[in-house]
């Protein structure tokens, strides 16, 4: 048979409080998107460590508009505070969402977090904090969470013992999609809290009624009917109470109390053949579970009753003899928790591998350490050790994982250093005179651009004269400083001639002054070209150079504390679990003790009543025989 | 056993309003004594977990050559996809079998990082081959090759995927 805790109700509506990790309509950040990812499947330490790191690297950027983190940043700084808060991490998650509230924010994003920090204050069970928070709620509300607030504020009501408000506000909420059967429940229990009786039961049926397919609202139906029939079986209205009973699933979360009032109700109605009914399902249930050991007893006595007295003493029999073995096996638990397998049981990776990890604890081998494990989780603080108890086993296995990586990060900054200490002096002695001979190229090409631009403005034709035109031109200039000053008929001929090829070199480099500026033009374009590429390779050598560099200086001081760190840490988790274990432990061996001796309590009276039975069964035998 | 405080119990049992659970005084004390300081513990490693990513981060993938590529599914897909593999210039990167969990995270919006790794600046080839379920139980495969190129900052892409309507092959890939 599926059967899920008493405490699984509480789990569905924290399901319903916390709204689902932020998701924005077009997903801009990959990065975010990544933190999404692990949180959906419920690694919400993977989550908060790939967040964290990247909301403080956004933080720390001079301009935060430019990264693509900036179109989600209110999300981001929302989902971290709820995956802190899913991570069991209340403080931090407080802190998150306060610095959201006290910053500039708009409206809907202040109201969003001053919810988010009365749902933690009401999780830590601090009510007068989460109603303060839930009053700083002022203007426009997300449409998402505005059911969520009210529900939130009704239970704070409920938990303050007020429930006159609580039901106004639940009242409202009777028609909220997400919180319907929820409200109408908790609105009957307002009624009750509040006196007005008729009104809860009224309320409590309606709750019983409604029509739904989530296991989530089932749930809360069954619970409904549940207690409208305890209601009235208390209030010896007995007749009243089974129909409202026997709504109860026969394969929900509530049925075995269910059957075991069902059962009660008709006995008080000395209805004894449709008492056993109920109780003849129950008795072949589950024997761990208190419900089942009840009707085990109330079984016999019911057939009893009946004069069935044959009947009744094998059943008392048979409930003496379950009773036994559970007596054996909380004792073997006893002493199976006493030496520490409850906790190694635990821990075992194959459970936590799975996020409905508490409800698959159900199907643990049956050993002596966890045959009353749900029983114990049914209590809310013996959850939150077990689960911290979990964190804490997970995070030491984390550590130790992280701790061998720290030798291989150690061996490859060896490797790295070995290889490139020996290398890198030569290369930078080359590199230098590389670099003495790019940068005079660099400069001359400079300057080559420079005398174009200018050429461009002002021209200048010497300055494109070719080689053999420019020692021409110094020939003439030579010649004509030798014959400066000479008056003879040769010198003034040469003169003459001298200038006509002057004037010969200055024609061509006038005419042709266009054509070889385009052509020195494009040559230099070339050469840009050249440069471009040359001044690539160069940073290129500059950034690999770089990247030699950094691929082994610099580890040793950060992979040392961090080292040092994880040791420490691991140390302190060691210690942590061990007191958490213990109370765990404690906790457990105090809860089955306390079982164990209900259970002689009930073998006890099951002696008794065998030996009656007997008595009376075989009178009536007699009695038989006589007539 | 008397039936009124076995009637009284049972009405104390279930009588209590539906809300996140409200502590029992259980050993309540030790617990939240303890509660702070695994809270704590959990903060510590936390930094430490971000340091050394970033310090790993650092020592294996320096942003010169790192590459990093994520998968994400498109809006709405109800395809369900079984597995990725990327090859990058011919050669297998990596190749991911998907668990219900992952693909469920992923339908959600979440965007795995499928491969982190090294390459050098320049022009390259990324394939991406999937397989996976359609709605009506039909098996698909798709395959793409789309080229991209390496420059000296971290390079990041983003594969999109969706069933057969989505484009030629189901398969987009986004520069981030």
Partial sequence: ?627 | MSRLTRISMLVLLVCSPIAIGGAQELSGDDIRSLDGQVQEIKSDVLNIASELSNLEERLLYPSNTQIAVFVSVAESEKFRLDSVQIEINGELATHHIYSFQELEALQKGGVQRIYTGNIVTGDHELRVTMLGKLENGKDFNASDSFGFAKGVKPKALGITLAGPEFGASGIQVGDW
């Fill in chain 1, 1 to 627: 048979m599926s059967r899920a805790p008493l405490s699984l109700i509480g789990l569905l509506l924290f399901g319903c409080l916390a709204t689902s990790p932020s998701q924005s309509d077009e997903l801009k950040d990959l990065y975010f998107g990544e933190a999404l990812y692990y949180a959906h499947q419920g690694h919400f330490f993977e989550a908060l460590e790939r967040l964290d790191t990247e909301v403080k690297q956004h933080d720390e950027l001079d301009e935060p508009a430019l990264d693509t983190l900036y179109y989600h940043i209110d999300d981001a700084e929302f989902s971290l505070g709820d995956f802190e808060l899913r991570y069991r991490m209340h403080h931090r998650a407080g802190r998150a969402i306060k610095a959201v509230l006290e910053g500039a924010v708009d409206e809907i994003v202040r109201n969003d977090a001053a919810y988010r920090l009365a749902r933690i204050h009401f999780q830590k069970n601090q009510m007068a904090d989460a109603m303060r928070a839930l009053e700083r709620i002022d203007g426009k509300v997300p449409d998402s969470i505005r059911d969520d607030i009210e529900f939130l504020r009704a239970n704070i009501y409920l938990a303050e013992g007020r429930p006159a408000e609580s039901i106004d506000v639940l009242r409202k909420l009777q028609d909220s999609d997400s919180f319907g059967g929820f409200a109408a429940y908790n609105l009957g229990i307002a009624y009750l809290q509040d006196g007005q009786r008729q009104a809860a039961l009224e309320q409590l049926e309606r709750a019983g009624q409604i029509a739904t397919d989530e296991p989530a609202e089932l749930a809360i139906r069954d619970k409904s009917n549940l207690v409208l029939g305890t209601i009235l079986l208390e209030d010896g209205e007995y007749g009243k109470s089974i129909p409202y009973l026997n709504r109860v699933r026969l394969d929900g979360p509530f049925s075995n109390q269910a059957l075991l009032s069902s059962g009660w109700a008709s006995m008080s109605t000395d209805s004894f053949e449709r008492a056993v009914v109920p109780w003849n399902i129950l008795a072949d249930r589950e024997a761990t579970d208190r419900a089942t050991q009840e009707a085990m007893l109330a079984l016999p006595y019911a057939y009893g009753k009946l004069n069935v007295h044959g009947r009744a003493a094998i059943f008392y029999g048979r409930a003496l003899d379950s009773f036994s073995t559970e007596v054996d096996k909380l004792n073997a638990s006893i002493e199976s928790i006493r030496e520490g397998r409850f906790l190694e049981a635990l821990i075992r990776e194959e459970i936590r591998k799975n996020k409905d990890w508490v409800i698959r604890l159900r199907s643990l081998p049956e050993t002596p350490e966890t045959y009353y494990l749900m029983e114990l989780l049914a209590s809310h603080d013996f959850q939150t050790g077990l689960q911290n108890y979990l964190d804490l086993a997970d995070l030491r296995r984390k550590l130790l994982a992280w701790e061998t990586s720290f030798d291989s990060f150690d061996e490859m900054v060896d490797i790295r250093h070995a290889h490139y200490d020996p290398l890198l002096p030569d290369i930078d002695t080359l590199f230098r005179e590389l670099d003495s001979r790019i940068r005079l190229r660099i400069e001359q090409h400079k300057m080559l651009v420079k005398r174009r631009d200018h050429m461009l403005t002002t021209p200048r034709p010497e300055f494109l004269a070719t080689p053999e035109e420019q020692a021409i031109l110094g020939r003439i200039e030579h010649i004509e400083t030798q014959l400066q000053g000479s008056e003879s008929a040769f010198a003034v001929s040469s003169l003459q001639r001298l200038r006509r090829l002057k004037g010969m070199l200055t024609w061509t480099l006038e005419t042709k002054y266009h054509e070889r500026l385009t052509e020195f033009d494009r040559n230099l374009r070339g050469l840009d070209h050249a440069m471009a590429v040359v001044q690539e390779q160069y940073d290129q050598y500059v950034r690999a150079r770089q990247a030699a560099t950094h691929s082994y200086v610099g580890y040793q001081k950060p992979i040392k504390r961090l080292r040092a760190q994880v040791r420490n840490s691991v140390t302190k988790i060691e210690l942590l679990m061990v007191r958490q274990g213990h109370l765990l432990e404690v906790v457990a061996v105090e809860e089955l003790i306390a079982r164990r001796s209900r259970l002689e309590n009930y073998g006890d009276k099951a002696r008794f009543a065998l030996a009656d039975s007997y008595d009376r069964a075989t009178q009536a035998q007699a009695n038989m025989d006589e007539q």
